[in-house]
């Protein structure tokens, strides 16, 4: 199978995360900061060694703000539902995926004054629109690093400044990017970023985590047991505790560790360059093919290292099927739980069928998609 669709979970993984969560399976198999006996301590440092590795990837000075989510929604979530409060306005995009969205027209029914900003036909954000949108009570920003659908990246850097300037917390979705462009949170004022382990940081599913800034509290969304302070009625303050209350995924976090080292050896930067050279090559493959309409912008540093397509009218559910059973290739397609966005590219009723390449994708990979997208879109002419 050629798997071009590593924007919805990336596969293969590195060997060492294989390696890392067998050995926790087999060597600790304990629940972290729960007693004071040699398992529980081992995989306690574990977890806090991944913790580590995540703010240092985020430029995170203190590694506790950092808490462990199973997957960037559920981060979304904590994020969202800990800050918002009837009364208070909140700006996003027309380009989020259904895990800002949802909870946010949810919240909307209860008060919540919603605003979302509207991009352009390839995703593209104007920070000014932004700008123009805070009002009075205006709480918190969010929008993605970059759309799942078009790649299209976000100016997150303009937009924190204007965030900070109005005294407005920044919330960034990186779940098309966490570990595959450059995130430093310090430098572009994120007060919030919400990610997925199992995407670019190339860990399991079932792990993701919550960057929480110095300037943020949260209502908890989840209390129990956090193995500390017990004796107290109500949920600790100290973080991580605060957020994260039960028995942690630890075989996930160690994964995901063992995801964080193997990219943080081979450098973010170098894997980003050839991501998104790939992307570039397979743009330049499909642009000779009749019928093809390719979405997003076509600068290589405007968008993600994911490419969303259509043949002609046909329904891109319909050809990612013919990929996979003609030609061995993994796709993703339809509307990739962003609905927003389909309606602001204009293809709600298409879809769309993305491929999402990583570092284990190979130049003859992309060469194979594109001479099956060649061959799909001859027996359609035909
Ligand atoms: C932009 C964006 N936000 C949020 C999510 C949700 O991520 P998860 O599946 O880890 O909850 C995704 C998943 O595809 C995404 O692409």
């Known amino acids: 199978m050629i798997y071009l669709d590593n924007a919805a979970t990336s596969w ?31 995989v306690g440092r574990l977890v806090l060694r991944t913790r580590e590795l995540l703010a240092q990837l985020f430029g995170v000075p203190d590694p506790s703000r950092i808490v462990f989510t199973g997957n960037a929604t559920q981060a979304l979530n ?19 995926h259904n895990s800002v969205w ?26 000014a629109d932004i700008q123009s949108a805070i009002k009075r009570n205006t709480k918190l920003i969010i929008t993605t690093h970059a759309s799942n659908v078009t790649g299209t990246v976000m100016p ?19 779940a098309q990017t966490a570990g595959v462009i450059p995130i430093d949170v310090e430098k572009y004022m994120i007060d919030l970023l919400a990610f997925p382990g199992h995407k670019g940081l190339l860990g399991p599913q079932g792990t993701g ?23 107290l009625e109500f949920q600790p303050e100290a973080l991580p505790d605060r957020y994260e209350s039960g028995t942690l995924n630890t075989v996930g976090i160690a994964g995901l560790g063992a995801g964080l080292e193997y990219i943080l050896s081979e450098g973010l930067d170098k894997s ?20 093809i309409k390719i979405y997003g912008p ?17 329904d891109a559910n319909e ?64």
């Open 78 to 96: 904590m994020g969202i539902y800990g800050m918002l409060e009837t009364g208070d306005h909140v700006i996003t995009t027309s380009m989020e």
């Open 272 to 291: 980003y360059q050839r991501e998104t050279l790939l992307c570039q090559s397979l743009i330049s493959g499909l642009e000779k093919v009749p019928g």
């Open 102 to 127: 949802r909870p946010l027209k949810y919240l909307e029914r209860r008060g919540v004054e919603l605003e979302a900003v509207a991009c352009d036909h390839e995703g593209k954000l104007n920070p």
């Open 319 to 382: 050809i990612a099927f013919i990929l996979d059973r003609a030609f061995g290739i993994a796709v993703r397609s339809g509307l990739h739980c962003a609905p927003q966005a389909h309606h602001t590219i204009g293809t709600l009723r298409q879809g769309t069928i993305r491929f999402s390449p990583s570092s284990f994708t190979s130049e003859q990979d992309i060469a194979s998609a594109v001479q099956a997208m060649s061959e799909i879109a001859k027996e359609l002419q035909g």
């Open 209 to 231: 985590g919550l960057f929480v800034g110095p300037r943020v509290t949260l209502e908890p969304l989840i209390q129990g047991g956090t193995g500390s302070s017990s004796e």
């Open 298 to 314: 076509r600068a290589r540093e405007e968008r993600a290292p994911l490419v969303s397509v259509n043949l002609g009218q046909v």
């Open 12 to 42: 293969p993984k590195p060997e060492g995360v294989v390696k890392a969560m067998e050995k926790v399976m087999l060597d600790f198999g304990s629940n972290p900061g729960r007693g004071s006996h040699q398992g529980t301590l081992g």
């Open 156 to 174: 997150i850097e303009e937009i924190g400044k204007i965030a900070r300037e109005h005294g407005i917390f920044y919330m960034v979705d990186a």
